[in-house]
């Protein structure tokens, strides 16, 4: 690590980060969500990336902070909100995600438990779609994204719908990542600048919905799968996998909480 580990307090100040585009009923349900935390967020931070439907008013019904966006692109928005955080630690979610009742708490409580780690992912599970299918649907796609993002960054990856680091950690990291390349997946760039300076480790505890929309067509799901190998690529050579377990110091155990 480059910076000391955070010590552990029990009154970390939290910090909801939701990137939004024209997203405003998916907004609604999310927010809804947020409100019936166990642990409420000490802010919600919705990050308005050029919506032209209702996302900006709904964000601010429900007691959000509206933050705009002018750069196209997830990247540029999720930095613009994690800049905007004021909390200790910071989570993210996506607008079209269903948070367990308890999401907040979990993620807060590690942070709190854990002072070593710099940042946590948790699972996911559909709530839309052929009910038969959600449950297996999740566990393939999540177990393939693990199975092909750990041996690439040698150590765990960040899932972009559930997700927290510490706000020290953004700040060590904010000048290194791909903020304006529409094109990249940020939560895999984000990862891999992440796993420079500290621990990511994964939280099976933190519970989300997520919405099966992205892979609703044959044409969305490749293009998602192109955008991943473009945010490897532009990391290569330096990351070239044998290079970063060198530098990372992989082994079989670096994902384990």
Known sequence: MTHPAAPRTGTLRVSVVIPVKDDDRALSRCLDALARQTRRADEIIVVDNGSS???ALVARGAGAHVVRCER??????SATGYDAASGDVILRLDADCVPASTWVDTMTDAFDRRPDVDAFTGHARFVDGPRVLRTVLAA???GFFGL??????GHAPLFGSNLGMRASTWRAVRDAVHQDDPELHD??????HVG???????????GMGISMRPFGDARSFARRIAM????VIVHWPRDFPPKRWA???????????
């Open 53 to 55: 439907d209702a996302s």
């Open 72 to 77: 196209p692109g997830i990247p540029a928005a």
């Open 140 to 142: 393939m796609y999540l």
């Open 148 to 153: 092909v993002m750990v041996p690439t960054l």
């Open 187 to 192: 939560d895999i760039d984000l990862a891999f």
């Open 196 to 206: 420079d300076v500290g621990r990511i480790r994964y939280l099976p505890r933190a």
């Open 228 to 231: 991943g190998f473009r945010t």
């Open 247 to 257: 530098r990372t110091g992989f082994s079989s155990d670096r994902s384990r909480t």
